[in-house]
């Protein structure tokens, strides 16, 4: 398995396929974006305008395995295209995108840190240490940083704990479902 960073121009509508299947049972999703074949639209538009760094995991044959999308400090996604590419894939339910991002800020860390927004692997790889080693990747970018994600299942918690992460809330979205936002502290 290789980790690298994803070419943005040719590798967003298969990372997108990934996440859609990695979030297929997820909470969130659920609940913001209903529509399971409306997702992997949206995760690639995600990846392309909202997102800074995405990484992706290979598999021997070059396939994506798993993917990550991390933003650094001060990062800034282009509203200007991401909104209405975002639009379009969601329609209104980018009501609920919107709320859900008003709701996370309130709660991530005021200080710079390194976010990461997504994290997935294909459903056939769970459990093979795929989101292991995209983890550990973008952890070694970020040394000396604070780290920021939320979780969105409560079983996923004691996998971030193994990597020095720690629950600092619990967050209730709107009519939906509980989130957890977790910090890792900086790590030299």
């Known amino acids: 398995m290789e980790i690298?960073?994803?070419?943005?121009?040719?590798d967003l509508e298969e990372i997108g396929e990934v996440l859609g299947r990695?979030?297929?049972?997820?909470?969130?999703?659920?609940w913001m974006m209903?529509?399971?074949?409306?997702?992997?639209?949206?995760?690639?538009?995600?990846?392309?305008?909202?997102?800074?760094?995405?990484?992706?995991?290979?598999?021997g044959s070059?396939?994506?395995?798993?993917?990550?999308?991390?933003?650094?400090?001060?990062?800034?996604?282009?509203m200007e295209t991401g909104g209405p590419a975002l639009l379009e894939v969601m329609g209104d339910r980018v009501t609920y995108g919107m709320r859900l991002e008003e709701v996370f800020a309130e709660h991530r860390p005021k200080e710079p840190h390194w976010y990461?927004?997504?994290?997935?692997?294909?459903?056939?790889?769970?459990?093979?240490?795929?989101?292991?080693?995209?983890?550990?990747?973008?952890?070694?970018?970020?040394?000396?940083?604070?780290?920021?994600?939320?979780?969105s299942k409560e079983t996923n918690i004691p996998i971030y704990e193994r990597f020095g992460f720690a629950v600092t809330s619990e967050i209730k979205?709107?009519?939906?479902?509980?989130?957890?936002?977790?910090?890792?502290?900086a790590v030299l």
């Not at 459990?127 to 983890?135: K, Q």
């Not at 509980?178 to 502290?185: E, I, N, Q, T």
């Open 4 to 10: 690298v960073t994803a070419d943005k121009a040719n």
């Open 22 to 30: 990695a979030f297929a049972d997820d909470p969130v999703m659920e």
């Open 34 to 59: 209903p529509v399971v074949a409306s997702r992997p639209r949206m995760f690639a538009a995600l990846g392309r305008y909202m997102h800074d760094v995405v990484e992706v995991a290979r598999d």
């Open 62 to 78: 070059g396939a994506v395995a798993g993917a990550a999308l991390w933003d650094p400090p001060g990062f800034e996604p282009d």
């Open 116 to 151: 990461l927004a997504q994290i997935g692997t294909d459903p056939a790889l769970q459990g093979t240490g795929v989101g292991g080693a995209l983890l550990r990747s973008g952890l070694a970018r970020c040394a000396g940083l604070p780290v920021y994600l939320e979780s």
């Open 173 to 185: 979205l709107p009519d939906g479902p509980a989130v957890w936002g977790m910090l890792r502290p």
